[in-house]
Nanobody, 122 residues
Framework: VQLQASGGGLVQAGGSLRLSCAAS????????VGWFRRVPGEERDFVAS????????FYADSVKGRFTISREKAKNLVYLQMNSLKPEDTAVYYC????????????????WGQGTQVTVSS
């Protein structure tokens, strides 16, 4: 699976961004697609994930109520709508695919995109 993340940028606190993840190379049936983020010098953190078949989402507590993950099956796209952004959301955001369906552990995700930078100014 090849993944291409896009949509990052610079936004003021309280603003919104929508990230997109385009998947190609194989069907995502029975897989889970997730978003992670990493701040320089820290580990990659789970943000949200969604089952490809049923669209069932799961969120980290830090983004629950502010971020929404969704997928568009016909276009092989996964989105992360980010609202009420905070400076602490600043990070490089990665999309990834878990063939095993693992929800949030980095080690469950085998395929990774290149990342897109999100910067939230105060």
């Amino acid at each position: 699976v090849q993944l291409q993340a896009s949509g990052g940028g610079l936004v003021q606190a309280g603003g919104s961004l929508r990230l997109s993840c385009a998947a190609s190379g194989r069907t995502l049936t029975n897989y889970r697609v997730g978003w992670f983020r990493r701040v320089p010098g820290e580990e990659r953190d789970f943000v949200a994930s969604i089952t490809w078949n049923w669209g069932t989402p799961f969120y980290a507590d830090s983004v629950k109520g502010r971020f929404t993950i969704s997928r568009e099956k016909a276009k092989n796209l996964v989105y992360l709508q980010m609202n009420s952004l905070k400076p602490e959301d600043t990070a490089v955001y990665y999309c990834a695919v878990s063939p095993s369906g693992g929800v949030r552990a980095v080690e469950d995700y085998r395929f990774w995109g290149q990342g897109t930078q999100v910067t939230v100014s105060s």
